[in-house]
């Protein structure tokens, strides 16, 4: 299946629109769901910052539960680890804000689930809880893949208020499951065909995604 490629957040001004905002995510959503749906594949979230926007956003298409399989909340750091199985000493020492963090979330929603594909976001909204090393906009985000075995990670500077920074975030993750879906190719079985290990699909690379979390600075608040 062709990949439907979109802009990226910074694009897009309607993200920056209250009133445009939940019309521009619905159609991204829409689209998302058509992929899905092609590609026979399910999803789950992992969801701090965005308190279950992601999800909310995916499951307002009707059908969405022929490609949508659960959420996760998990707001506080006790929930990161009694929920999707986060290691306390990840958050400890890098901070529920990081990429470390994300790609825990996003296996653990693999693992608490029966989806293919799992999308987890982490970060700050604001206005509170920002510092100069994690400054308000700072979202993690991490992609992750049952078969083949594979997790992305990648860090956003988002702009805007509150309101500005969780659309761009929800945007961004619908976005990254349109990029990833269509790029998992099949054999004749219909079994996922493997990557080779430590590499993740180049589109995904194009869109500036990794395959092993980066420290983006000092522990620094939690705030959501």
């Known amino acids: 299946m062709a990949q439907m490629v979109l802009p990226p957040w910074n694009e897009v001004p309607e993200l920056l629109d209250p009133a445009q905002s939940f ?43 022929s490609w949508f399989d659960c959420g996760f909340v998990t707001y506080n750091n006790g ?8 290691r306390p000493r ?12 994300a790609r825990e979330m996003a296996w653990g929603a693999l693992r608490g689930s029966e989806a293919q594909l799992s999308v987890a976001v982490t970060g700050i909204a604001g206005p509170t809880g920002g510092s100069s090393h994690k400054p308000v906009g700072t979202v993690c985000m991490a992609l992750a893949c049952r078969a083949p075995d594979c997790v992305m990670v990648k860090t956003y500077h988002f702009s805007g208020d509150r309101g500005a920074v969780r659309a761009q975030t929800v945007y961004e993750a619908l976005r990254g499951l349109m990029l990833l879906a269509p790029c998992i190719e099949r054999d004749e079985y219909g079994d996922a065909l493997e990557l080779p290990e430590g590499e993740i699909y180049p589109a995904m690379v194009a869109a500036g995604y990794h395959p092993e979390p980066v420290d983006i600075g000092p522990r620094d608040s939690d705030a959501d």
Do not use: H, N, P, W
């Open 79 to 86: 929930a990161k680890c009694d929920l999707l199985e986060v």
């Open 23 to 65: 019309i521009k995510l619905e159609q991204v959503a829409a689209q998302l769901g058509s992929v899905l749906e092609a590609t026979e594949l399910d999803v789950a979230t992992a969801e701090s910052c965005t308190g279950g926007l992601i999800a909310g956003m995916i499951t307002a298409i009707s059908g969405s539960s």
């Open 90 to 101: 990840v958050l400890e020492r890098y901070g529920a804000v990081s990429e470390f963090t």
